[in-house]
C-alpha cells in the first residue's frame, strides 16, 4: 500500500494544474495505518527504512497540491493518523475515531506524527496521546484542534469547500499563501 500511494503521490506532484488534494478512505475507514505485528517485527535496519520511506511519502503527499485536505470518516489510527495530519485540514464525520495505538506495544509513529501532533494540538495533548495510546472521538479530536470541523458527509463537505477554493484562487495564489503560513 505504501508503494502504491508513493507512485500516485510522484503522479500527482506532476500535476502543474493541482490546486487542492483531497484525501479519504472508503468503507467506514479513513486508514487503520500499519499492521503493528509487521511493524514489531522488523529489525533496526528495516525500521529505519520503513521510517524514512514513510516520512519521505508523508512530506511529499503535504506538497502534492498547494492546498490538502483530509476527509475522515471512521477509524484514523496510527499512520492513519500521520497520513490525515500531513495534511493542511482536516474535517471528520462524528463516527471517527483517532489514536496512535502502537504505544501500547512500545512502538511509537515514525513518520512524523511525533513532530506534527504537538504542532497542531500543543505539546501536553500530543504527549498525553502519545504516551497513552487512548483513542479520541470526533468531538474530543476538534476540541483539541486535532480536526477542523466535525461534519455529517465530511467528503460532501469538503469536496464544495475544495470547489469554492478552486473559484476563488489561482494556484500560484495558493502557492503563494502556502509559502507565506510555512
Known amino acids: ?14 500535476r502543474e494544474n493541482l490546486c487542492v488534494l ?4 472508503a468503507g467506514g475507514v ?12 522488523l529489525d533496526t535496519t528495516t525500521a529505519y ?27 484514523c489510527l496510527g499512520g492513519g493518523l500521520d497520513i490525515a495530519m500531513s ?13 496512535h495505538p502502537g504505544v ?23 504527549r498525553r496521546l502519545l504516551i497513552t495510546g487512548d483513542r479520541i472521538d470526533a468531538d474530543e479530536a476538534f476540541r483539541i484542534g486535532l480536526i477542523n470541523q466535525i461534519c455529517d458527509d465530511a ?3 469538503v469536496t464544495q469547500f475544495a470547489e469554492s477554493i478552486v473559484q476563488r484562487f489561482s494556484r ?8 507565506a503560513l510555512a
Open 22 to 25: 483531497i484525501v479519504t478512505g
Open 172 to 179: 500560484e495564489q495558493l502557492l503563494n499563501l502556502r509559502a
Open 104 to 126: 501500547r506495544r512500545g512502538i511509537i509513529t515514525g513518520w512524523g506524527g511525533t513532530q506534527r501532533l504537538p504542532r497542531l494540538i500543543g505539546a501536553d495533548e500530543a
Open 155 to 157: 467528503l460532501g463537505y
Open 30 to 41: 479513513f486508514s487503520a495505518g500499519a499492521d503493528l505485528n509487521e511493524v514489531a517485527a
Open 1 to 14: 500500500m505504501m508503494a502504491e500511494l508513493t507512485r500516485i503521490v510522484a503522479r500527482l506532484e506532476q
Open 49 to 75: 527504512d520503513f521510517s524514512r520511506r514513510g516520512q519521505k511519502l508523508l512530506m511529499d503527499l503535504g506538497n502534492a497540491a498547494p492546498v490538502t485536505i483530509a476527509a475522515i470518516d471512521g477509524y
Open 87 to 99: 495534511c493542511d485540514l482536516r474535517y471528520a464525520t462524528p463516527r471517527s475515531s483517532f489514536q
